[in-house]
């Protein structure tokens, strides 16, 4: 009650209500010379080890994390985890918390799978051979939770209900950082079922 009284005043008096920006969240490169790169660094440090680069007009940048002096961004360059200085990083507007995060992609290991999304549509792939694309009917939040989505998915003869985490994840394969876990239930018209996890990312790339 003391709580919800103090956000009521603060909204008739005016005053600064925060808004939560989670990760991960996509970002745009700026204020890089169009001859020149944005170099991303083993440690947010601007003397470490350059893992790789961004092109000056790159967008869709996944950042994952800040360092603690919030001056760099953790992402990724090839197969591993680095930072790049976020004076030239501008995270895009309407990224808030609560927000589902634009998956673009999920995957694991053991089995190994795929499960990209586009236009609404969801394409589950397998190196077995499975290649299964199903049509979004459904997502949302939890009711209790800002950090936890659910999607639900299917076509003739195929349903998957995904539940998508703000939370680390590795695919164990690689030294990059994934910041969205995914757990996936799979059920078939013929009465099997699987369930497999993995990690997600927001990028394109």
């Known amino acids: 009650m003391i709580l919800r009284a103090l956000v009521v005043l603060l909204f008739l008096s005016g005053g600064p209500v925060a ?9 745009d490169v700026v204020g890089v010379a169009r001859d020149d790169v944005l170099n991303i660094r083993a440690e947010p440090d601007a003397r470490a080890e350059i893992l790789g680069t961004f092109a000056p007009d790159r967008r869709g ?11 760099w961004g953790q992402v990724n360059a090839g197969g ?19 927000d589902f995060p634009p998956v673009r992609r999920c995957l694991g290991t053991e089995p190994f799978w795929s499960l990209g999304q ?7 792939e397998t190196p077995g051979g499975i290649d299964v694309t199903m049509d979004e009917t459904w997502r949302g939040r939890s009711s ?23 939370q680390s994840c590795s695919d164990g ?18 009465g099997e079922r699987e369930m497999i ?9």
């Open 144 to 166: 209790g939770r800002l950090d936890r989505f659910g999607v639900v998915m299917g076509r003739a003869g195929m349903r998957a209900r995904m539940v998508v985490a703000r």
């Open 80 to 98: 591993r985890s680095g930072w790049a200085s976020l004076t030239y990083l501008e995270r895009r507007d309407g990224q808030e918390d609560g």
């Open 61 to 71: 940048v996944e950042v994952g994390a800040v360092s603690d002096d919030g001056g």
């Open 118 to 124: 586009g236009a609404g549509r969801w394409r589950y």
């Open 19 to 27: 808004v939560a920006e989670p990760f991960p969240a996509l970002y």
């Open 173 to 190: 394969m690689s030294d990059k950082a994934f910041w969205l876990t995914a757990d996936i239930l799979i059920e078939r018209s013929d």
């Open 197 to 205: 996890s993995g990690c997600c990312t927001i990028s394109s790339r």
